[in-house]
Structure formats: C-alpha cells, structure tokens
C-alpha cells in the first residue's frame, strides 16, 4: 500500500496577508509581524488534512493550496 502525503504550499506573490489561513489553521500557520502567513513544516498532518481544505478555501486570493505527494517523491 503506498502511503501519500498533504503538502501545505503559500504563494508569497499572491499572499494579501488577509490572516485567514492562520485563523483557520493556527496548528501549522502563524502570521508574521506584517501579518504574513509562516508555515511551520510543509506537510499536513492527516489529522488536519480537513481544517487544512477549509483554510485554503477560505484564502481571499487563493494563494493557499494543498497538494498530495506519493510517499518520498
């Protein structure tokens, strides 16, 4: 069985810093002093895959996306 994982991404071009991907995500998401998203580690626990799916939807500008990534690849 091969096992994938969720990979957390942020465009920093597209990023507004409007916050809501740190309100909907704050376990793996912290703003920075201009109020600009820091990721803490790139994969999603499967625990969070779903508050993960909200917060991308949340994003304004879209610049949050998820992506699976087969195991090691």
């Not at 201009?34 to 949340?58: F, I, Q």
């Amino acid at each position: 069985m091969t096992k994938s994982r969720t990979l957390l991404r942020i465009d920093p071009i597209g990023c507004r810093a409007h916050g809501l991907c740190a309100e909907g995500l704050p376990e793996l998401i912290h703003l920075d002093e201009w109020g600009y998203p820091v990721l803490r580690g790139d994969e999603v626990p499967p625990s969070l895959v779903a508050e993960a799916r909200r917060a991308a939807a949340a994003c304004p500008t879209l610049a949050m996306r998820l992506r699976r990534d087969p195991a090691g690849q």
